[in-house]
């Protein structure tokens, strides 16, 4: 995006230096990087940053609405509802195609957002490592808003740890050690001091939960999220676990319930040019007559799945449960990262932290992703290279 940038970064490439620097990577906790590393990062011109980060502030002006928790209960499964929610999330997430307009310009696309956690402490060792092997202008940040990797940190442990013991909170996923985002998880456990624990580890008691600390049982006061509830039912060989619906003495980092209030159902409350139209499929009166400019997705999925790119009616006949279907506008990614074996197209997803006491969240943050497929993502870019994670640095 920044042409004398991407020159000066592809005529440096080698492929020992790209070594070199994975190895670095996988040290962090060698046998744990189970997603593949991008051989390059994505640099971001100034006007296209703040393009992205006026689109978030007009997204969170509808989430911050006192409108925004009742226009949204109906986002969260019956189910699936947790009880003891917390007047916010404290994490979001927003993703954002480079794509392309009608007058060829460049231009972000909101993809998706969430109420929930992405790698938040990997990504604060992989763009350190990553601005070193990138050989990066002094005015290039991977932060935002003035934050450097010292001040992210501080941020993380307030919102999390906060004035607790960290051997009080937990990190809870299922089977983390099976989980490709894993390496994240023993980058929080260095920076915060917190263990992750299984699901189907967790100990309940009357209202109390605890967890087997070194063999001793431990309280859990506090929860760090990052279990998604929707795939819990999709899971083979969880076994009985206990049922996270009851009201426990245990306060959520983020609650569960915002992974569905802030997530693909909040799209049709949004109105900005830099979001793709989008209308719940069970309110459309009509069909488009351009189906084919539209992606078809389900509310509840992860990581793309369910969703159909090229939308036909008998697709959209097919389905059963309208009311948990969203219609959105395709946007066009550009061919945009200059690579040795053809161009690459890519998504920023920014971090955006929300302490007690902020009326607003606030970015700091971010992950690139590269892909040489349809879509972003691993299941899309097989047996290609150029492709993957990796991170945004956004000039100053």
């Not at 007009?58 to 609405?65: F, K, L, S």
């Not at 790119?309 to 550009?334: G, H």
Request: net charge negative.
């Amino acid at each position: 995006m920044i042409p004398a940038l991407r020159q000066a970064f592809n005529d440096r490439f080698t492929k020992e230096k790209y070594d070199a620097y994975m190895d670095k990577l996988e040290n962090l906790h060698p046998g744990s990087l189970d997603f593949r590393n991008a051989e390059t990062p994505v640099f971001i011109p100034a006007g296209f940053t703040k393009k992205m980060l006026d689109t978030c502030e007009d997204i969170i002006d509808v989430i911050v609405d006192p409108q925004f928790i009742k226009l949204t209960d109906r986002s969260i499964p019956a189910n699936l509802n947790v009880p003891n929610e917390s007047s916010h999330t404290e994490f979001l997430v927003f993703d954002f195609g480079i794509c392309e307009n009608d007058n060829a310009e460049l231009e972000p696309q909101l993809i998706e957002m969430q109420g929930f956690p992405t790698l938040f402490a990997f990504q604060a060792f992989h763009s350190e490592l990553t601005a070193a092997y990138a050989e990066l202008p002094d005015n290039f940040s991977p932060y935002l808003n003035g934050y450097n990797k010292e001040t992210y940190i501080q941020l993380l442990k307030e919102i999390i740890v906060g004035d607790l013991d960290p051997e009080n909170i937990i990190l809870l996923e299922i089977f983390p050690e099976q989980q490709k985002t894993r390496i994240d998880f023993y980058c929080t456990e260095k920076l915060l001091g917190i263990k992750t624990v299984c699901l189907t580890k967790l100990i309940a008691e009357a209202d109390q939960l605890f967890y087997d600390n070194n063999g001793i049982k431990t309280a859990i006061k506090r929860i760090y999220n990052r279990v998604i509830f929707d795939d819990l039912q999709k899971q083979e060989g969880l076994g009985e676990t206990i049922d996270l619906s009851k009201p426990y003495q245990v306060e959520w980092a983020p609650h569960p319930n915002w992974f569905y209030r802030i997530s693909k159902f909040t799209l049709p409350f949004i109105e900005n040019p830099y979001v793709p139209q989008t209308y719940f499929l069970n309110e459309l009166k009509q069909m488009p007559a351009d189906l084919e400019n539209y992606v078809l997705k389900p509310l509840f999925s992860f990581a793309g799945m369910g969703v159909i790119i090229d939308v036909s009616l008998a697709d959209i006949d097919a389905v059963n449960d309208p009311e948990n279907w969203i219609l959105q506008k395709k946007v066009k990614y550009a061919d945009v990262i200059e690579t040795p074996d053809g161009p690459a197209k890519a998504e920023i997803r920014l971090f955006y932290f929300w302490k007690k006491g902020w009326d607003r969240p606030i970015a700091v943050h971010n992950l690139a992703r590269l892909s040489k497929g349809k879509m972003i993502g691993t299941r899309y870019n097989k047996n290609k290279e150029w492709v993957g994670g990796n991170v945004a640095f956004f000039e100053t």
